[in-house]
């Protein structure tokens, strides 16, 4: 069974490219959640959702940032016109509706966005 | 708006020693979770210890272990015979029991075991 599979694991971009990072949830799994880790800090909360729907973006950038989790395929992050401050490390977790609580969110492995 | 608090940005402590890193979190709510986890260099979040805010008990988890105050909103990770291993950031956690589950972390605490 494997874990939540985020790719790519290193992601670079020029400033104004668009960049696409990808989590697949751990089978079952219907609840995913982006965190975003910037150098030296915690992770930030960013968006929550469920399979074709969105439940909370309040930590998500107003512009150019934006997330779907269709009802096939991965949860994709969306950033657009990237900037240097974009640099960070993003994560997605997973976890079964009404479980996190109990086991705890199972996290990816993370991408590490690096714009130049 | 819930925040949680680790004070101690780096530490560090002799192998097979034993370490305590602070939390303090912030919350009006009386039903709430509270997690470590750790986050060696391969950049993984691991889940350590759990605590539910309801339980009295404080958990252990091998190693591990959590002073939980919730009077003085503290929730401390102990760790006992520290292991080259333990090297890592460690997160402290917070997780209000709502409708879904949306975690706060803690800025973090850079723990380095020195052999």
């Known amino acids: 069974n494997a874990g939540v599979m985020q790719n790519p694991r290193h992601l670079v971009r020029r400033r104004g490219q668009e960049a696409r990072l990808r989590c697949s949830p751990m089978?079952?799994?219907?609840?995913v959640y982006w965190y975003r880790q910037l150098p030296e800090e915690g992770l930030k909360f960013m968006v929550y959702l469920q399979k074709e729907n969105i439940i909370d973006e309040s930590g998500m950038p107003k512009e150019r940032f934006s997330a779907e989790f269709p009802k096939e395929g991965p949860s994709i992050l969306r950033i657009q016109q990237v900037v240097r401050g974009d640099s960070a490390a993003y994560f997605c977790?997973?976890?079964?509706?009404?479980?996190?609580?109990?086991?705890?969110?199972?996290f990816g492995s993370g991408t590490r966005l690096t714009v130049v | 708006a819930q925040t949680v608090t680790q004070s101690q940005p780096e530490m560090s402590v002799q192998e097979a020693e034993t370490v305590t890193l602070s939390c303090t979190y912030d919350?009006?709510?009386?039903?709430?979770?509270l997690f470590w986890y750790k986050q060696p260099p391969s950049r993984q979040m691991i889940l350590v210890i759990r605590q539910e805010a309801y339980k009295q008990q404080n958990a252990t988890e091998n190693r591990f272990s959590v002073n939980f105050q919730k009077a003085a909103k503290s929730f401390s990770l102990k760790i006992s015979d520290s292991q080259l291993g333990d090297t890592a950031m460690y997160f402290c956690?917070?997780?209000?029991?709502?409708?879904?589950?949306?975690?706060?972390f803690g800025p973090g605490t850079s723990l380095s075991v020195i052999p």
């Open positions: 919350t009006s709510e009386s039903n709430y979770y």
């Open positions: 977790a997973s976890s079964l509706p009404g479980q996190g609580t109990i086991s705890g969110y199972t």
């Open positions: 089978k079952g799994h219907s609840h």
């Open positions: 956690a917070f997780m209000m029991l709502t409708s879904y589950d949306k975690v706060i």
